[in-house]
T-cell receptor
């Protein structure tokens, strides 16, 4: 099977600090990874598409300087929330694409709370 | 602009009966559709998918129907089980170079024992 590990599962940070979230594909190579954000009882909103070795493609309205994405290898993508504010508190989920039917595997998500 | 819509935020069915979850889309360029099951504070789990060249795909208790002319798809679960209680998301993608998924807002399914 395809497994995606996302770490940490939950984090609390102070306003103004930065937080890094890691997303790893454990048993396959993922040329493309995706980062989503989910507010309570709402949909998963795509933030950006991360391609190995190139710059991420951000969706409209997502600040690329605030949400830094790095996809340095075929198995690791990171999302760094810089200068976090309480409104950044949310559930962040990564996904890695494998070239098979239904080939999007999701991480278990990260609950970020900014205090 | 919501390209993928799930107009029913919740659905309650009796155990053993059929659950029908609906999804509408507006982008005619979507060519691949997926259904995911999600529990709180967890990532979505893939259930079943369908390509736009098909109108039905079945996998055990789960069947997805696609009506391209109506831009509508539905997920049928039969028989429904209490363990099916979760939030169900439909998602769609365009097989361009991005392969990104666009999600609907989800439907919370409750299967009553």
């Amino acid at each position: 099977g395809a497994v995606v590990s996302q770490h940490p599962s939950r984090v609390i940070c102070k306003s103004g600090t930065s937080v890094k979230i890691e997303c790893r594909s454990l048993d396959f190579q993922a040329t493309t990874m995706f980062w989503y954000r989910q507010f309570p009882k709402q949909s998963l909103m795509l933030m950006a598409t991360s391609n190995e070795g190139s710059k991420a493609t951000y969706e409209q309205g997502v600040e690329k300087d605030k949400f830094l994405i790095n996809h340095a290898s075929l198995t690791l993508s990171t999302l760094t929330v810089t200068s976090a504010h309480p409104e950044d508190s949310s559930f962040y989920i990564c996904s890695a694409r494998k070239a098979t039917v239904g080939g999007y595997t999701f991480g278990s998500g990260t609950r970020l709370t900014v205090v | 602009d919501q390209q993928v819509k799930q107009n029913s935020p919740s659905l309650s069915v009796q155990e053993g009966r059929i659950s029908i979850l609906n999804c509408d889309y507006t982008n005619s360029m979507f060519d691949y559709f997926l259904w995911y099951k999600k529990y709180p504070a967890e990532g979505p789990t893939f259930l079943i998918s369908i390509s736009s060249i098909k109108d039905k795909n079945e996998d055990g208790r789960f069947t997805v129907f696609l009506n391209k002319s109506a831009k509508h798809l539905s997920l049928h679960i039969v028989p429904s089980q209490p363990g099916d209680s979760a939030v169900y998301f439909c998602a769609a993608s365009v097989r361009d170079s991005s392969y990104k998924l666009i999600f609907g807002s989800g439907t919370r399914l409750l299967v009553r024992p």
